[in-house]
């Protein structure tokens, strides 16, 4: 009697152990119930897909948590607290100047003026330790006042705003009481030093906290020593000159600064006209087209002079007629290739987008914010350095500060967002291995897998479970966790021969791509973030600091191997709309993310944060 109960026993172990193996994700050795009772798995040849089904399967399928981009945030402005001056100790000198400063820093401590708490602590620390006046007297504002008042509110032409800096003077001092008065000079005196320190902070780092505007933005933010200023703002003779010696000399933020220039005055003597091209479709060498008399305007205002000296014969003999000869052909084709477009010489939207895309109010908005996030990249970029400009979709390499390689890059798109970001590079792989980011496998590959698990088994990928490689149709799909799938290295690997490492958050890198054909397109915002090389060999052997044959070399190995490189530099994985050319000619680019807008509501948002205080 007891045989039957052994084996309703026995049944109920199996059973217990099938649902326990089903529910597992599955290895590449099957696990049979006798290598559970030895403790131990032995290599068995894999079954046919159509034998296995994993537990996951007899539920209902539950919806997949996708893996979330990061996103833009609202901006929130640095908080201010009350600039804190220690009262006097008493009794006051009666006498002198240690009276008048004495008077001076009571009525410091009775007024409520507000800042940022880094400018704040240095208000308080210059006051603090018997900080002479700077721009106000016992009875009137000094001369020297006037003058900084005045510099600031030329703000604008280093691309900061002017609101933020502006100081109300106060009115009717001569009728005010002793006492009265002494508080309004004493409050202007402690608003225009905390300006003073604002201004010098701004220039410096910039208006924003970048990491504040998106999760897309990643910097570190500088740190100013402010402490030193009111000392050296009392000892200048100009305050006007000091406060502009404090802008960033860079060559690239001098050329942006020019530029700003240049478009303010053509818009206050109004002499910018928009060129205005009604192009549809395209026109292609040798057709006709009434508007390619406004696409020649359009080369004649926006290509460089060069071009225009090259091609001047051209231009002199052109009368406006629609047929588009050879001669208006090559000065198209040499018009798109510096504005980085492929030079066909077929006049499409792209073109066309080049020439009326920008008025001069939109260029000196992609300016302004140029020059803001210019000051949270290093005041030098350094001797050697690559630079990768999201929105031109172009990557150069810098040597002894001289752009000596440029090429096309493929970035993220705009669902894929590529970061603002620094680095340095560190390591060239050759022959690489694709680890697929886990937002991919869960997004793209979870549900095709779902339908098919042994989808990535036909692609030749690999998949690991807790480090040990399996095969995919035998995973449980259903629970993604501590799966990890790779792409072997071969012809169709989606980093192509080499990737260029610089470790970073984000696991953004160079590489090269079997998709080829995307560097023949003008917007080249198509990838899952990182940064495709158009001439990924260039590239290696420049931060290699060797030869494109060197390299040839170790790819033709077939070995996946990583190489240090010589020497760690640094790499921008930027984002200007704006931004000078090795010429020093700034060109202007679509905000394919929308950052501009986003560094736009920001400013608004600190500006009103700031405000005017009386």
Known sequence: MQKPSLNRALIAVLLTTSTVVAALPQTASATTLMDLLRGRSEERRQPAPAEIIPQAQLRDPEPIQKVAAP??????????????????????????????????HLA??????????????????????????????????????????????????????????????????????????RQALMAFELNLSAKILTYVQDTVRGRLDPNRISGYHDFKRKTVNLDPVLDLVRSSPDIAAYLHGRDPASPQFQALKAELAKLVAEANQQQSKPVKIDLKGVLKPGGSNPELANIVEGIKTYGSDALKTE??????????TPDYTPELVALVESYQKERGLKPDGVIGQATVRTMVGHSNAEKIEKLVVAMEQLRWLPADLGPRYVFINQPAFEAYYFNDRQQQIAMKVVVGAPQHQTFFFQNMIQTVEFNPYWGVPRSIIVNEMLPKLRQDPSYLDRLGYEVSYKGRKVASSQVDW?????????????SDNALGDLKILFPNAHAIYMHDTPAKSF????????????????EPRVMAAAVMGTTVEDIDAQIASGQNRAVQVPQKFPVYVAYFTAWPDKDGVVRYYDDVYGRDEATRKAFDVTSTSRGVQS
């Open 108 to 181: 410091m401590s009775q007024v409520k003026v507000e800042a940022t708490p880094d400018v704040a602590q240095a208000v308080e620390n210059y006051y603090n330790n018997k900080g002479a006046l700077i721009w106000a007297s016992d009875t009137a504002l000094t001369d020297k006042a006037k003058s900084a008042v005045a510099a600031l509110a030329t703000a604008d032409t280093a691309g900061l705003e002017p609101a933020d800096y502006a100081v109300k003077v106060p009115d009717g001092l001569d009728t005010m009481p002793e006492d009265a008065r």
């Open 71 to 104: 996103r833009y945030y609202a901006y929130k402005a640095e908080n201010k607290r009350a600039i804190s001056i220690k009262a006097p100790d008493m009794p006051i000198p009666v006498f002198g100047e240690d009276h008048a400063l004495a008077v001076a």
């Open 311 to 320: 091609h001047a014969l051209t231009l002199t003999d052109y009368t406006g």
């Open 519 to 534: 560097f023949k397109r003008d917007m080249r915002a198509l990838s899952h973030g990182c940064v495709r090389l158009a």
């Open 478 to 490: 259903y629970t993604t966790s501590d799966v990890d799938v790779r792409q072997p290295p071969s």
